[in-house]
């Protein structure tokens, strides 16, 4: 089965601290930041996250912490494949979003002038679920996650 995701994963503790500094990612990243506050940018524009956010950026946005060290959050992320190719995303491999589907969230996602969504508690748990397989081998294990995959990205464009 084809993998839709670049990479991803969680970084989750009390004493977690992340370094993240400006950055682009080789396809669509989604965040999920269950705890934590902290300030983000995508290009010039900073953006409040506050928990229970979920956070996206395209291929070709930079983006990273105001702050290069990001203490105290809990975040699960993914790091879709949707191309490179500045204004258009295509859909990531082995998803079965039927063409119009695709169409529209994609439209939704390249349109929207925010980056940052407080979401539904099962958005974010989507994401967390998906971001845990990633751990699992197996062509049972990426059917499962592509599934996930599926609702998530139709949830974040309807956010």
């Not at 500094?21 to 900073?46: C, I, K, P």
């Not at 169409?103 to 971001?131: D, I, K």
Request: net charge positive.
């Amino acid at each position: 089965m084809k993998n839709a995701v670049l990479e991803g994963g969680f970084h989750r503790g009390p004493k977690v601290s992340i370094r993240l500094g400006l950055h682009r990612n080789a396809g669509l990243e989604l965040v999920y930041v269950r705890r934590g506050r902290t300030r983000w940018r995508v290009g010039e524009t900073a953006v409040e996250v506050e928990p229970g956010s979920l956070f996206y950026t395209l291929p070709w946005e930079v983006h990273g912490g105001v702050r290069p060290q990001q203490p105290g959050l809990e975040i699960y992320w993914v790091v879709l494949d949707v191309g490179q190719t500045e204004g258009r995303l295509r859909q990531p491999p082995g998803l079965g979003l039927s063409a119009p589907v695709w169409r529209a969230t994609a439209r939704s996602l390249l349109s929207s002038p925010h980056r940052c969504f407080v979401c539904p508690e099962e958005v974010g748990s989507t994401l967390m679920r998906v971001a845990e397989r990633l751990r699992r081998p197996g062509p049972e294990e990426a059917a499962r996650r592509n599934a996930l995959l599926e609702v998530l990205l139709l949830d974040a464009a309807r956010l």
